[in-house]
Structure formats: structure tokens, C-alpha cells
């Protein structure tokens, strides 16, 4: 079973650059979302959607965009990749509005 | 607004040792659920429990037992025995209306050997 799977698992850019993190479930989940993880801050929500095009802000989406075109897929685009933005980012689905989340094993993001 | 906290930066207990994880949380939202997750050095994450408000029964799953309280907005997380596979990060989480789910810093506990 896949659940969530994100790509690349590795990235190095360079500050000005774009990219896009993927996200995909296999789960029929309405709930997605993208977190980063920093050191000693634990995962931080940039931002979630609660089904095919709707999607809203978390506690830092700055330097983010989003779009939810269909169930499965939820890609975070980085449109001008800053240092600030190194990071372990991690995708999740739910269930469910308040649901556990089942996570994607992770993009690891460095910007020089 | 919404906010989790995990004192305790890091633990170390040798093995066989109890040990339990703090969780203070804040909330006004009337219904909310409270979750932990573990995160082993492997780097993926694992849901261990979700609560939702209204349920104040304490949990016991194997060697893990959890511990709710209103009263204090805690949700603490006791492990029994620990083991060396034991050694991760672990997160408590505050989930409230919105699918917004937040989570505290987290919790690196080290068991050894």
C-alpha cells in the first residue's frame, strides 16, 4: 500500500530558484496538508486543504503557494526559494476533519 | 489560540526505567482532540493515540499508557519498561476545528542500553 508519497525524498537549491515538492495519497483522503520540521520548533503547518480546490492557510504559509486540483494530489511550490526555507517538509492526509494524520516519509529541502 | 507545549527538550533514561513525556495544551474551542506521534531515527512519522475532549479515560496499549486531565490541559505520555527501541522524537498534537492539527517542539527521548 502506498498511502503518501512525496517527491524528491532530496533537494538542493539555490536562493532565487523555484520547485515544487509532490504530494500524493491513494487513500480517497479530503483532508491534506504540508508541514516543515525545524530543530527544536516540531512541525510547523504551512498549509492544508479540505478537498479538491479549496485550500487555506497554516501557521506560516509566507514563501508557499498551493492548489488542490485533484483528491489525490497536493504539490507546495516554492516560487523563489530563500536559506530560511531549509527544511524537512512532510505531507499528511486524514480521514477525517480531526482525524490522525498518516504522513509521507519526507522531502529533504536545503537552500544555499 | 491554539498552543502545545513540551517542556522537556530531551530525556535519557537507561533501559527498563519508567518515564513519562509532559503535554500542556491550550485551547478554547470546546471540542478538540489531542494526539501523540513518534518520530524514530529513522525520520518517518507514526501515530501512537488520538483523544478527543470529552473522553478523560486514561489509556493503557501495552507499555504505553496515557493521561488525560482537563482539569491541568495535560496529556501526558508514560512509557513502562522503556527500551532501547523506544529511543525517537515524540510529538503531542492539538487538533481543533478546520483540520488544523499544531504540534508541540517534541520531545527526543534517549533510552539506553
Redesign the interface.
Known sequence: NAGVTQTPKFQVLKTGQSMTLQCAQDMNHE?M?W?RQDP??????IH?S?GAGIT?Q??VPNGYNVSRSTTEDFPLRLLSAAPSQTS?Y?C?S?VQ???????G??SRLTVL | AQKVTQAQTEISVVEKEDVTLDCVYETRDTTYYLFWYKQPPSGELVFLIRRNSFDEQNEISGRYSWNFQKSTSSFNFTITASQVVDSAVYFCALGTGGFKTIFGAGTRLFVKA
Not at chain 1, 97 to 103: A, H, K, S
Open positions: 483532508y496538508s508541514y527544536g520548533m516540531g512541525l510547523r503547518l492544508y479540505v487555506d497554516g501557521e524537512v512532510f499528511a486524514s476533519e480531526t482525524g490522525e494524520l498518516f504522513f516519509e519526507g
